[in-house]
């Protein structure tokens, strides 16, 4: 079975439950939204240039790494149809504890039933988009269902009108009692200190602020960190 990879690189996890720790980035080609805040758009188009790699030639990327933090990564990477099986494998044959970032679009049923069949080390970050992204439409509220403390649910805030949007999911779906809940800033979008006095007014207890610290670290627009 192979996969459509754009690039495999080690870096330190610029947010999430890991922030901070080092990890392996896989990212798969393609995507179904067309958020406005995209920073991997260059992943996501037709003419994207990929690799397709086996179970066995990504394993063997990561058992030579020595790192066992592993993010799928996009695009989406549920657009593909065997990830389930890719996790599997990853995880039968290497050390990894695996999360995949997704953005809300797609049903995560099928891969949380997986990872609760076979107890497997899987950790989702869910993005729900909001407004300004342009594709608050397409979420689907129905994966909150699939949510654990294992997990995070992300809004991602380009405005304090967006941020009032995620409070109203937040409450309304009793999110913090689900999952890890963050907001991020678009980088460049928000002031970061808005952000913060905002979390401190509206009292966001048991929710987290989180900046993508790949970018202040390396240029924002560097790929492979």
Not at 42 to 68: C, L, M, P, R, V
Not at 165 to 172: C, D, F, R, T
Request: glycine share 6%; hydrophobic share 35%; proline share 3%.
């Amino acid at each position: 079975m192979k996969y459509p990879i754009v690039e495999m690189f080690c870096s330190i996890n610029g947010e999430g439950l890991r922030a901070g720790e080092p990890a392996i980035f896989i990212r798969l080609a393609g995507c179904n939204l067309q958020c406005s805040y995209c920073d991997t758009a260059w992943a996501n188009q037709e003419d994207t240039i990929f690799e397709e790699k086996s179970e066995q030639e990504i394993a063997d990327y990561i058992n030579s790494q020595g790192i066992w933090n592993v993010t799928l990564t996009g695009g989406e990477p549920l657009l593909n149809k065997n990830i389930g099986s890719l996790c599997q494998f990853l995880i039968e044959n290497t050390k990894c504890r695996i999360e995949i970032e997704t953005n809300g679009s797609i049903s995560l049923q099928e891969m949380d039933e997986l990872r609760k069949k076979y107890n497997l080390n899987i950790s989702f970050t869910m993005d729900y988009k909001l407004p300004e992204s342009n594709m608050e439409s397409h979420m689907l509220r129905s994966n909150f269902q699939y949510l654990t403390v294992m997990d995070v649910v992300k809004f991602v805030a380009s405005s304090k009108s967006d941020m009032d949007y995620g409070i109203e999911m937040i409450h309304q779906y009793h999110l913090t009692k689900q999952a890890k809940v963050f907001f991020s800033p678009v980088f460049g979008k928000i002031k970061l200190e808005d952000m913060a006095n905002y979390m401190v007014e509206n009292k966001l207890n048991d929710v987290k602020m989180q900046l993508q610290m790949h970018k202040f670290i390396w240029d924002p627009n560097q790929r492979g960190v």
